[in-house]
């Protein structure tokens, strides 16, 4: 069993920057694919970063070269570096883990970009 933890949210002007953070406990490894993903108000969640054991990083959409996926292993930790913020990125952002598909979700965390 895995849990995940996301932090790092809140109210951002836009063109300003955020780092969110998913701190992973339980029966995680190195090897597992973490990702973020997004809910905006009434559409459905999608696929925003994601990272490999081996840290191969893929980026979907508008957020590629404004978002920045890492890991740290030691802290069990995975970030998204978010800058140049803009209103649509307002959002629930929620990161998910596992070894083939995504199991293991955190409970989410609110995004707002302020115009």
């Known amino acids: 069993q895995v849990q995940l933890v996301e932090s790092g949210g809140g109210l951002v002007q836009a063109g300003g920057s955020l780092r969110l953070a998913c701190t992973a406990s339980?029966?995680?490894?190195?090897?597992?694919?973490i990702a973020w993903y997004l809910q905006a108000p009434g559409k459905q969640r999608e696929l925003v970063a994601s990272?490999?054991?081996?840290?191969?990083?893929n980026y979907v959409g508008s957020v590629k070269g404004r978002f920045t996926i890492s890991r740290d292993n030691s802290k069990k930790t995975v970030y998204l570096q978010m800058i140049s913020l803009k209103p649509e990125d307002t959002a629930v952002y929620y990161c998910?883990?596992?070894?083939?598909?995504?199991?293991?979700w955190g409970q989410g965390i609110q995004v707002t970009v302020s115009s």
């Open positions: 339980g029966s995680i490894s190195s090897t597992y694919r």
């Open positions: 998910a883990a596992g070894l083939f598909d995504y199991a293991d």
């Open positions: 990272i490999t054991g081996a840290d191969n990083t």
